[in-house]
Each structure stands twice: as C-alpha cells, then as structure tokens.
C-alpha cells in the first residue's frame, strides 16, 4: 500500500522545515521525504501546506476496560484518541480489576491488538489492587511490557513503601508515576480551597495536599536515585519543586493537563460537576505557573488525563458525581487556541511536549518523520475554526467543561503505520 502526502509543513522532532514537502509512505513506513516526489501509483493526499508532526503520545489515559466499560472500552478510547489526533496512548491501572497482574495486561494488549486504531501502552500497578498496603508483581508486570508503575487514583500514603517501589523500578529500569495527593489533607474536598468553594458551599481541598506528596516522592526519587514522573501537576509550589529538583539532578519529569492550564476553579460555578477533577482546578496564581512552567521547559509534557464517566454520574452534583472529565477529543485544539495563538508556547515547543518528550518519558524510539520510521503521523490545521460539541464525540464519555467554546486549530487527519485512522469529517472535499 503506498500513500502520497504532498505539500505537507513537517515539523519533525520540534524542528520545522522550511519549505513544504512530500512524504512517501510504503507498507506503513516513511519511504521518502522530498520534493515533487512522483509516485503515480500511490493514493495522494494534497495537504495544502498542512502542518505535520510525528504522531502525538498521550501519557495518561483512563479506557475504562476491564469492568466499566459503560464509561468506555478500548475501541471507543482508541477512535476517541485517533480523533484527537494521538498514535499512542498508555493506559491507566485503575480498572476492575485494577492491572496489578500479566493476566490483565495481556488481555489488554491483546484486546488493543485487535480493537483499538491506535497504539495502546499499558502501565502496571505499584501496590496490589491499588491498595497501597503491597508491591504488585513488579518484575513480572515489566517483563509482561507495561512501560511505567503507577496507582493513579490512589496515593501510595506509605512512605516506606513508595521507597521500596522506587528502588525496584530502577532496577527494572522503568518510570514510577505517583498519583500525588495527600488523603488526610484533601480530605472530602471535591474542589481546590479558596473562595470560589466558600461561595459554593463545598468541601475544598488545599493545594498542599499536592504539594507535600510531591516533595516527598521528589526527595525519595533523589535518594533512590529512581527516574520519577509526576503526572497531572496543578499548584505554583509543585512546579517550583520540580525545577529545584531538576536542578539538583533529581532524575524526575512531569506533565500538566489541559484544563490546569486554561481553566481555574472558576469553572465549577460556571459548568459544575463537568470540572470537578482531582487534582482539582486552582487559581488563576496557579494557573499562570503551570505556564511559566509549560514555557520555561520545567514541565516536560502535556497529557489529557481522559476520565470518561457515564451522564448519569455526573448529573448527581459536585458531591457525589466522580471525578475527571475527558479530553483525548479537545486537548489539541485547547492548547492550539489558548496556548499557542495566545503566544504561551510555540507550536514546535507544544508539539515536543506531545510527541518527543513523552516518547522518551516511556521509552518509545523517537523516530521522527525520517526515511524508514512508522507512519504514526498527525496532520494539524492550526487556523481551522471549529465547536466543541460533545454529542459528536466518538468517546462513550460527555464529560467536558469546553462542550460550546470555538476553537482555532484541530488535528485533522490521523495516520497509524501507514493507515489513515481519523479524518476531519467534511474537511478534505476535493483533497
């Protein structure tokens, strides 16, 4: 199978060619790279000077799948993720039964084989059960191919313990990923402690209940020497922690999300339970360093956190209603619209953060658009206009508080060695 993508704008491992070119691609590799490439019989796709990035890696998905796949499953992620213009994602391990054993990985990987559009990584469990009272099966999790540890959901409170995990993932040469909320001080908060939450009459919960976890996994991780990835950061003190750390040579990487970084605690009085998400949205004082953060290259990565729940959770209100809101679907065109066109970051540095550097977070090759890679690619109009509207998302969850806001940019077409997995529906008329 040969594919022609002519007039194509690379930017290739953060880097932007100068002038458009073509990329050949053969039995799902990149075969060359040119000008005027002729290949009269391959299926041409006029690009029109359409930016190309090697596939964007999402760091931090939940797929629901085993046990609540009323929320979602791994075909409906994997569609989901293709739409938003992602080749690869990673799991998360808080299903039922949580992935603290081979069997469950496996069933993963071998349903992904065959369900999902795009590539599905999974990470293991630290405790049994997500439990934080034992060490899952960590070798054999390695050994079964899961590319990080982590209890997402759910602290590892014991120190101790996340001392011992550390350690053996070093070992075993893979990333520990913890899940930073102190319990006794978040408490029953269901949204960040300030103002907006007096005025709302709810439990908040303070942010340094983020901050205490992550100094402490930060000074375990220089102690143990053990790489650390701290996952959705959303406090000013987390971030500056994090570049102390880096600059002692603390072997540690983090992402933030999106909605950390555009939204603030604001947002639950306006659209109520579709923001309530832990960690939850703080201030506009947080918010601002997570971007100082994002630009000065002290936050590494961007992930979605996609947390699909079912319309009958989260119409139960901001006490009852889960956790999390989805976001494989949006992350792209919010970071376009209100990071890059608003001059936070630049495309190429966005783009870094959502394909190299998580790349090499999880120990993917970074390939890059080069002659004999995969074609795992996404084609972004960073000018397209377009409307959130959740009713046309492909994932089974609704959960968004961007439902109605105009957009400027979108990935809008997805390709997976070599085969197109997404396109923009109504886009490419005439192409």
């Known amino acids: 199978m040969k594919i022609l993508l002519r007039n194509g704008t690379l930017i290739n491992q953060g880097e932007v060619e100068p002038t458009p070119l073509d990329i050949l691609i053969v039995d799902g590799r ?13 299926q041409g796709i006029d690009l029109g000077g359409r930016v190309v990035s090697p596939g ?8 629901r799948d085993p046990g609540l796949t009323e929320k979602e499953d791994i075909a409906s992620g994997g569609w989901s993720a293709a739409a938003g213009g992602f080749t690869s994602i990673v799991c998360m391990p808080n ?4 992935i603290d054993s081979v069997d469950i990985v496996l069933y993963i990987q071998e349903q992904a084989a065959v369900k999902s559009p795009v590539r599905v990584f999974v990470s293991g469990a630290i405790t049994r059960g997500l439990a934080g009272q034992g060490l899952a099966d960590l070798d054999n999790l390695a050994r079964s191919g899961v590319v990080l540890f982590t209890d997402d959901g759910e602290t590892v409170m014991n120190a101790n313990l996340m001392r011992q995990a550390l ?10 990923m913890p899940h930073c909320e102190d319990k006794n001080l978040s408490g029953p908060g269901v949204m960040h402690a300030g103002e907006v939450a007096r005025q709302l009459g709810l439990p908040g919960q303070p942010a340094s209940a983020e901050d205490v976890m992550v100094a402490r996994d930060l000074i375990l991780a220089g102690e143990t020497g053990a790489r650390l990835h701290l996952t959705h950061l959303s406090t000013a003190r987390s971030v500056e922690l994090v570049r102390l750390a880096k600059a002692r040579g603390v072997k540690v990487t983090c992402d933030v999300t999106p909605h950390n970084l555009v939204l603030t605690d604001a947002a639950v009085a306006e659209v109520g339970a579709n923001a309530k998400m832990y960690p939850p949205l703080r201030t506009e004082a947080d918010v601002a360093a997570l971007r100082e953060g994002l630009a000065d290259g002290t936050i590494d990565a961007i992930a979605t956190d996609h947390a699909p729940h079912t319309e009958e ?7 009852e209603a889960p956790k999390g809101i989805v976001g494989l679907e949006t992350t792209l065109a919010v970071c376009l619209d209100r990071l890059v066109h608003t001059g936070v970051i630049t495309l190429p540095e966005l783009l870094r953060k959502m394909t190299v550097n998580p790349a090499r977070i999880i120990g993917l090759p970074q390939e890059g658009i080069v002659p004999g890679a995969r074609a795992d690619l996404t084609v972004i109009d960073p000018d397209y206009r377009w409307l959130v509207d959740r009713e046309k998302f492909t994932s089974k969850g609704k959960n968004t508080p961007f439902h109605g806001w105009s957009l400027r940019g979108k990935p809008v077409l997805t390709m997976v060695g070599g085969k197109v997995v997404y396109r923009e529906p109504g886009y490419w008329q005439g192409t």
């Open 56 to 63: 964007l890696i999402d760091l931090h998905v939940h797929l």
């Open 30 to 42: 990149i075969a060359a790279l040119g000008r005027d490439i002729a290949a009269p019989d391959a």
């Open 313 to 319: 959770e989260k119409a139960r209100g901001c006490l």
């Open 95 to 98: 299903t039922k039964p949580p």
């Open 167 to 176: 350690i053996r993932a070093r070992e075993l040469g893979l990333p520990v």
